[in-house]
């Protein structure tokens, strides 16, 4: 596993808040130039794709804006011990290690009033930054607790959750803080559209070119600037399609997308950035068969409670999917990945599925038609059918948060 000494040193939700420094891009000549020679086609159908999750996406964003501003006020009035949102009642429970100050207090009661919520506040044991420290010992010490392959924050702040595949092992760990640990049947899953062409968009189907290479999913745009001026432009995608990087992509018709910079050393972001004329659009939809595409505005961050969607590559567009933790350190496949969310498509369905790693999550506007990225796909647990698509797809999918990728890349979102 590689060092991670370094990633911790954040404010544990606050790294979300970076998404206003590193995640927004506004659209520029330069961007617009990249979008002329490929003609952009949606869909207003709101049964179709993403555009179903319309009500449950529109009536989380007065939770979610409340969540943020919590997560911001955390960097004057250190305490926050978590948030969670509770979409169905229009309520967001709130977390505070000890007395909230008089600041919490207010911004609470103007929340209520201005955006119409309910806000419940308890109080928490640990806050979210002492715990995404402790996690991140756990991890550092991982050979010294067999089986382990998730450690966590819980959404209350009353502890870490520790996920093990050893349970006769587990009664030896030892941890600073409260942890609860719970059996993992098994780690996180890595997974890896069918004939895309540059500009390239979010959630098309890529390949590595080296032998034994599958498939994997294209993720966001984005670029590098100094000062105004972008100096590169390319298209995120997983890491664990092609450990190290450094070889070219290209999509299943052998059109060469481009060459993967080498992967971040100290940063376990599961992320590569492939080097690419890209457009700041995402898929949306099936594969092959009622395909269309939204545009990305921004980035959103991550909370428990939310509703997000997936749109990988290989098995299309799943939404209805509520994320539950969140701060996850996940082993998948032979390395652990930082900053990672987890959620499960309520229904029991599918949420992603095999080559949709590295595809795009998202939340959409207030009006469904377009998007705000909050991460890439890491893998998925919990077998479920994947329909048309075959077998293999789980339930429950993690993603890595748009934040920290953009963080580890150097990079921001390139937006509409």
């Known amino acids: 596993m590689r060092s991670s000494g370094q990633r911790r040193r954040r404010t544990a939700l606050g790294v979300l808040a970076l998404v206003a420094v590193w995640g927004v891009v506004a659209a520029t000549p330069a961007a617009a130039a990249?979008?002329?020679?490929?003609?952009?086609?949606?869909?207003?159908?709101?049964?179709?794709?993403?555009?179903?999750?319309?009500?449950?996406?529109?009536?989380?964003?007065?939770?979610v804006e409340a969540a943020q501003r919590f997560t911001e006020l955390d960097a004057k009035f250190p305490g926050l011990g978590g948030v969670r949102l509770q979409v169905e009642k229009r309520t967001l429970e709130l977390w505070w290690?000890?007395?909230?100050?008089?600041?919490?207090?207010?911004?609470?009661?103007?929340?209520?009033?201005?955006?119409?919520?309910?806000?419940?506040?308890?109080?928490?044991?640990?806050?979210?930054?002492?715990?995404?420290?402790?996690?991140a010992v756990v991890a550092e010490r991982a050979e010294a607790y067999p089986g382990l392959t998730r450690v966590g924050p819980l959404p209350d702040g009353?502890?870490?959750?520790?996920?093990?595949?050893?349970?006769?092992?587990?009664?030896?760990?030892?941890?600073?803080?409260?942890?609860?640990?719970?059996?993992?049947?098994e780690q996180i899953q890595p997974y890896s559209r069918a004939n895309d062409f540059?500009?390239?968009w979010g959630g098309a189907q890529l390949r590595g070119q080296f032998a034994g290479a599958g498939g994997c999913s294209t993720g966001f745009a984005v670029a590098r600037y100094f000062l105004w001026w972008e100096t590169a432009?390319?298209?995120?995608?997983?890491?664990?399609?092609?450990?190290?990087?450094?070889?070219?992509?290209?999509?299943?018709?052998?059109?060469?997308?481009?060459?993967?910079?080498?992967?971040?050393?100290?940063?376990?972001?599961?992320?590569?950035?492939?080097?690419?004329?890209?457009?700041?659009?995402?898929?949306?939809g099936g594969v092959g068969v009622g395909e269309f595409s939204k545009p990305v505005v921004g980035a959103v961050s991550n909370f428990p409670?939310?509703?997000?969607?997936?749109?990988?590559?290989?098995?299309?567009?799943?939404?209805?999917?509520?994320?539950?933790?969140?701060?996850?350190?996940?082993?998948?496949?032979f390395s652990f990945v930082d900053v990672v969310s987890l959620g499960n498509e309520v229904s029991?369905?599918?949420?992603?599925?095999?080559?949709?790693?590295?595809?795009?999550?998202?939340?959409?506007?207030?009006?469904?038609?377009?998007?705000r990225a909050?991460?890439?796909?890491?893998?998925?647990?919990?077998?479920?059918?994947?329909?048309?698509?075959?077998?293999?797809?789980?339930?429950?999918?993690?993603?890595?948060?748009?934040?920290?990728?953009?963080?580890?890349q150097q990079a921001s979102l390139v937006t509409s």
């Open 34 to 63: 990249y979008e002329e020679d490929k003609p952009a086609w949606t869909s207003e159908d709101p049964k179709d794709g993403s555009n179903a999750a319309a009500e449950i996406m529109s009536a989380q964003l007065p939770l």
């Open 97 to 135: 290690k000890g007395e909230a100050p008089a600041e919490i207090r207010e911004e609470i009661a103007r929340a209520e009033s201005e955006l119409g919520i309910r806000i419940a506040l308890g109080e928490s044991k640990y806050t979210q930054r002492e715990l995404v420290e402790s996690a």
């Open 158 to 185: 009353s502890g870490l959750e520790v996920a093990t595949s050893n349970p006769e092992a587990a009664g030896k760990y030892e941890f600073a803080v409260a942890a609860t640990v719970v059996k993992d049947e």
């Open 198 to 200: 540059a500009p390239w």
């Open 233 to 284: 432009r390319g298209i995120l995608t997983a890491e664990h399609c092609m450990p190290g990087g450094g070889l070219n992509f290209t999509d299943p018709t052998g059109e060469l997308i481009g060459l993967s910079e080498p992967a971040p050393a100290r940063r376990l972001s599961d992320s590569l950035f492939i080097r690419t004329r890209s457009g700041a659009r995402i898929y949306d």
């Open 305 to 333: 409670g939310q509703f997000v969607c997936t749109s990988g590559g290989f098995t299309g567009v799943h939404c209805n999917i509520r994320t539950n933790r969140i701060n996850q350190l996940v082993l998948a496949g």
């Open 348 to 371: 029991g369905r599918a949420a992603a599925g095999p080559g949709d790693s590295g595809g795009p999550v998202f939340t959409l506007t207030a009006d469904f038609s377009k998007v």
């Open 374 to 408: 909050a991460g890439l796909i890491v893998g998925g647990t919990t077998p479920v059918s994947c329909g048309s698509f075959g077998t293999g797809c789980g339930n429950v999918v993690a993603w890595v948060d748009i934040s920290w990728v953009l963080i580890a």
